[in-house]
């Protein structure tokens, strides 16, 4: 699955740990590594993207610290990695 950064303005670093709390929080599984779909490194932080085939949803997903500051452009992700709505409340 390819997605897309949603904004540059919510990736501080301190946004990045929150969105991975809630996507621990809200997720079925206990994904400890980045979602890019060839990278083994463990997930450190979480980014708000879009789907390239579903442009109205934003979506959480886990991310490594190289991964979560470089994304720029297309990323592809696993297949089995969850993919949370950002809409969600506690």
């Known amino acids: 699955m390819l997605v897309r950064k949603v904004s540059r303005d919510l990736a501080s670093a301190q946004a990045r740990e929150n969105w991975l ?7 079925r599984e ?3 590594f980045c979602s890019e779909i060839n990278c083994l490194t463990p997930s ?9 085939k579903d442009e109205e949803g934003v979506f959480v997903i886990p991310l490594c610290q190289c991964h979560s500051d470089n994304l ?3 990323l592809e992700i696993g297949e089995s990695t969850e993919v949370l709505p950002f809409h969600y409340t506690l």
């Open 21 to 27: 709390a809630y996507w621990q929080h809200f997720s």
């Open 44 to 52: 450190s932080q979480a980014m708000l993207v879009k789907c390239d």
């Open 30 to 32: 206990s994904q400890a």
């Open 72 to 74: 720029e452009g297309v």
